[in-house]
Structures are given as structure tokens and as C-alpha cells.
């Protein structure tokens, strides 16, 4: 197999994306989105048993890790699934996986 060479700025993704879907909550969001596409925070919010302001803080983070993308239009934020940049940095973990062999 070849070698997978990851950087400094991928780690960098990967570690921010991993640590933001390290909630049960922030995974849950994600397949929320993934099976209903663009959704706003009362949409989020109407699966969970916690505040809008809580899901908003929620929704910050899978943004700032590049999970979700979002636009405002008029007074509402939709929010949605960045599936090329989650598919980007799970594929980016598998080849590194799969690149070393275990010599036992």
C-alpha cells in the first residue's frame, strides 16, 4: 500500500473535527442534518430536550470544525451538512490507517 503523508494543517482539521464530534449531542446534530439537509435552529432544537441558545452553541462548534455550513436568510440561520469536508477528513484518518502495516 502507499504511504499517506498528512501535514501539519491536517492534523490540525482532523484534531478540531474529532474534538467537536466528541458530543453525543454534536453527533446527533450531524445526522440530523445528513438525513434532513438544510435545517434552521427551531428544526435542530424540536429533536433534543435542551434549549435553542444550547443547540446554537452546539451548531458554533460543528462550524468552526467545518462540519456544518450555514447562511442566514432573512431573520433565520440554515444550517447544513459540509459532506465533502467530513468526507475529506474521514477519508484523510482512513488512509493513514490503512498506509501502515503492523509488523508483529
Not at 57 to 80: C, F, M, P, T
Not at 94 to 100: F, G, P, R, Y
Request: charged fraction near 25%.
Amino acid at each position: 500500500m502507499g504511504k499517506s503523508h498528512i501535514d501539519v494543517n491536517d492534523f490540525e482539521s482532523i484534531t478540531k473535527f474529532f474534538t467537536a464530534l466528541g458530543d453525543p449531542i454534536r453527533i446527533q446534530i450531524t445526522f440530523i442534518l445528513g438525513n434532513n439537509g438544510k435545517s434552521n435552529v427551531t428544526d435542530i432544537a424540536s429533536h433534543f430536550d435542551i434549549t435553542r441558545p444550547s443547540i446554537s452553541h452546539h451548531l458554533k462548534i460543528l462550524r468552526d470544525a467545518q462540519i456544518v455550513d450555514s447562511k442566514k436568510v432573512g431573520q433565520e440561520v440554515y444550517y447544513w451538512l459540509s459532506r465533502e469536508r467530513v468526507s475529506t477528513n474521514m477519508q484523510l484518518i482512513a488512509d493513514a490507517l490503512v498506509s501502515k502495516e503492523c509488523d508483529v
